[in-house]
């Protein structure tokens, strides 16, 4: 009985009648209960997993912890320079965007804990996302387009380490907010006298662009589209820096910022929920958005075939 509600004589039995009307209370309870509760803050339009539920590093599957530990021994200052100068040095391919989103059907990325859909569809999912918002054509475009720089996998990458999951600058300490990040102590340039202090390599406010971040999927189509795409600065920060959680979610690395970081920061916090939360949406029907994405891409790429 609820405080305030006792009384010093017993109460008198309930009748037949008050007995029902109780019982229809209880189930108008439970229909209540039991009916999904309209949420607006908590989950994406469609769909009901929660947020709070991505991005669960600690309890992922043994495959992603394992990705990210090699991945935290392996990225150092050394392999990072080997890596950009291999790019620059060769052309892997040459094709369009169209073609590249299918040849990527075939990865499936092992450092994600939110899918296991392939990434044409994980590219359509962000992208539909972000039309249904009513978001410009060129952001629709780079939701499109932002892991293309997975196919790395098919050009002579090491594994999926040096091509998937979160990223980091080296040449300086590795910050305590990169997911798993306890697997650093591993990795030689955390010994090193400059590459493991605060600033390292690098000055106070050297922007961001200036930064060695851990060679993988972003940067690598950040140089294949800066020179062979009409798209705004935006989008090229929203391709370079999507998966550099530690900075656009945690807040970490500010010291390097220059001011338009900061202008980049909104972009880049603008386009990560599209990314992310869309991955629960519904698969998509990849034949029957071909044709409204293909005359996007016609629009910002006016060489149909790129230099991969
Ligand atoms: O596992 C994911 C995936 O590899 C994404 O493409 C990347 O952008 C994310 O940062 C990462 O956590
Ligand atoms: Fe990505
Ligand atoms: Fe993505």
Known sequence: MA????????????????????????DAINILLSSPTPTTTTT???????????????????????LYKEQHEKQTVEYNLAARKAFHLTVRARMGIWEAME??????????????????EHLLQTAEAMRRDGKPRWMQLT????????????????????????????GCAFDSRIIL???FTQNPDSKHPIYSTEMG??????????LLLSWGHDEYLYHVVKGQSLLPAEALAMIRYHSFYPWHR????????NEKDW?????????NPYDLYSKSDAPPVVEELKPYYTELIDEFFPKKILDW
């Open 250 to 257: 945690e807040g970490a690395y500010k010291r390097f910022m």
């Open 181 to 183: 990040s306890e697997s």
């Open 103 to 120: 040849k990527l059907n075939a990865l499936i990325d092992e450092s994600d804990p939110d899918t296991s859909l392939s990434q044409i």
């Open 143 to 170: 939701g499109l387009i932002h892991d293309l720089g997975k196919l790395l996998f098919f050009f002579g990458a090491q594994g999926q380490w040096d091509v998937v999951g979160d990223t980091f600058p080296v």
């Open 3 to 26: 405080p305030g509600l006792t009384s010093k004589t017993p109460p008198p039995h309930p009748s037949g009648r008050e007995l029902e009307e109780v019982s229809d209370q209880i």
């Open 201 to 210: 390599i690098y000055t106070l406010n050297c922007g961001l662009d200036n």
């Open 44 to 66: 994406t339009a469609g769909d009901s997993k929660p947020k709070s539920n991505f991005r669960q590093y600690l309890t992922a599957a043994p495959q992603v912890k394992a």
């Open 263 to 271: 202008q980049m920061l909104e972009a880049v916090k603008e386009f």
